[in-house]
Nanobody, 125 residues
Framework: QEQLVESGGGLVQPGDSLRLSCVAS????????MLWFRQAPGKEREGVACISSSDGTTVYADSVKGRFTISKDNAKSTVYLQMHSLQPEDTAIYYCATDFLLYCAGWTLSNYGSWGQGTQVTVSA
């Protein structure tokens, strides 16, 4: 059974850094592109970062480019999201996901996609 479990969220101050982890079971992170999404209160879910399976090509939303880095450790079946220079507008629930594709192909997942339960990130002074 596929399962994605996020962790690492918390309450931080503006300018701080945080690293989120997503441990996958039943999902081969070395075979599929893996994504991070976020959903802020009252807003729609948005794609944040994606890493492809084959060559590790990464794609980022404009809002996080230069501040966030997605990576993965195939041996640990874990995907990471390193976040720097966090701002209040980064406050959201962050989700790990995959659509079982080889490459990053946009921010819309099909009905066959798999999602984690999310981890809360709150940036506040």
């Amino acid at each position: 059974q596929e399962q994605l479990v996020e962790s690492g969220g918390g309450l931080v101050q503006p300018g701080d850094s945080l690293r989120l982890s997503c441990v996958a079971s039943g999902v081969a992170v070395d075979r599929f592109a893996m994504l991070w999404f976020r959903q802020a209160p009252g807003k729609e879910r948005e794609g944040v970062a994606c890493i492809s399976s084959s060559d590790g090509t990464t794609v980022y939303a404009d809002s996080v480019k230069g501040r966030f880095t997605i990576s993965k450790d195939n041996a640990k079946s874990t995907v990471y999201l390193q976040m720097h220079s966090l701002q209040p507008e980064d406050t959201a629930i962050y989700y790990c996901a995959t659509d079982f594709l080889l490459y990053c192909a946009g921010w819309t997942l099909s009905n066959y996609g798999s999602w984690g339960q999310g981890t809360q990130v709150t940036v506040s002074a």
